[in-house]
């Protein structure tokens, strides 16, 4: 039996209709797990669904800013394709904005989807009654940001050391349970929020900010392949640790 | 205000208990919940619903189910 394989696990992952979470979706699909997927935009989560391999894969149309209905996306994903082995919280939003075009609003927003969303779907994927015990592993995609600054990122930052934070404490919490708790940085992989980052800024900002990487911009695959071993046992003594994977940004 | 079934229904949801049907002589140190977690647990349940703060050495002392909505206090509870 292959420890990095994801067979016979069932994951569910935020954020799967593009960038990093379209990306989780597929190679977890290729890693023999079966996956259901949700985001807000049902085109594009059927694009996503066509990507996957294998068949058993199941959808669920649903902005997350609306944190009252987490738990029913639980429930009928578990109702649907059986309880839970792993989740990937990939859905996030990103922006550049200085801090004095921000708001307790704008802020809010932030924090709703990046860390009030995937500490919802903790709290109810958690339970016995939707999540398989002694095997199940949680990853949050946090950002190398969580950690570091950089001007107009105050939001984003925050949000993001808030879920680098949280996990370590759920890691604690769920250790009883045999559930692992853990977030991924990424630095700046190619992804449709990325691209519209660098067509916001010039030429020699652009440059600037892939200078930072000494092994350049990453891509979506790099951080999904740290995701499946996350998830699989190979990782089972792993757990409330934060996996920077960021080609030395932050090494500098 | 809650039954004391209505308040024992919802122990067993909030602690997860599959296994044993929880009575009020049911013993706490019997139940495989009944850790610091556990604790940390029915120390919020009573805040939130009996506006009363207990701590966790008031819970160690305790032994049975009925212990426990004695110490929450039993005129707390509405009448079944």
Same mark, same amino acid.
């Given at each position: 039996m292959n420890q990095f394989s994801l067979s016979g696990k069932h994951v569910l992952i935020t954020g +799967? !209709? !593009? *960038?990093i979470g379209r990306q989780c979706a597929v190679s977890c699909s290729e890693s023999g797990a079966t996956v259901t997927l949700v985001a807000r935009n049902t085109d594009r989560l059927k694009e996503t669904e066509s990507q996957l #391999?294998?068949?058993?894969h199941f959808s669920v149309a649903q902005d997350?800013?609306?944190? =009252?209905?987490i738990e029913d996306v639980v429930k009928s994903t578990v109702k649907k #394709? *059986?309880? /839970? =082995?792993g989740f990937i919280h990939a859905a996030g939003i990103e922006g550049t904005e200085p801090i004095t075009l921000l708001n307790a609003i704008k802020y809010k927003s932030y924090f709703d989807i990046n860390v009030l969303a995937g500490l919802e779907f903790s709290r109810f994927l958690t339970k016995k009654k939707y999540c398989n015990t002694s095997y199940a592993s949680l990853v949050f995609i946090a950002s190398v940001m969580g950690t570091l600054g950089q001007p107009g990122k105050i939001a984003y930052s925050a949000s993001k050391g808030a879920l680098v934070n949280a996990v370590k404490s759920m890691a604690l919490e769920f250790a009883g349970k045999n559930i692992r708790v853990n977030s991924i940085s990424p630095g700046i992989v190619l992804t449709p929020m990325t691209e519209n980052l660098f067509a916001s800024l010039d030429a020699d900002s652009k440059q600037a900010i892939i200078n930072m990487h000494p092994l350049g911009i990453g891509t979506v695959t790099d951080v999904a392949n740290a995701c499946i071993f996350l998830l !699989? =046992? +190979?990782?089972? %003594? /792993?757990?409330g640790t934060n996996l920077i994977i960021d080609g030395g940004y932050s090494a500098k | 205000m809650m039954t004391k079934k209505e308040f024992i229904d919802l122990f067993v949801e909030e602690l997860e208990i599959e296994n044993t049907v929880v009575?009020?002589?049911?013993?706490? #140190?019997?139940?495989?919940? %009944?850790d610091s977690m556990g604790h940390m647990i029915v120390i919020g349940l009573v805040s939130e619903n009996f506006d009363l703060k207990i701590t966790a050495s008031d819970l160690k002392a305790l032994q049975s189910v009925d212990d426990l909505i004695n110490k929450i206090g039993a005129e707390k509870f509405e009448s079944e």
């Open positions: +799967a !209709s !593009s *960038g #391999n294998g068949c058993r997350l800013s609306e944190l =009252d209905a #394709n *059986g309880k /839970i =082995d !699989s =046992d +190979a990782a089972k %003594w /792993i757990t | 009575k009020p002589e049911t013993q706490l #140190n019997e139940l495989e919940a %009944w």
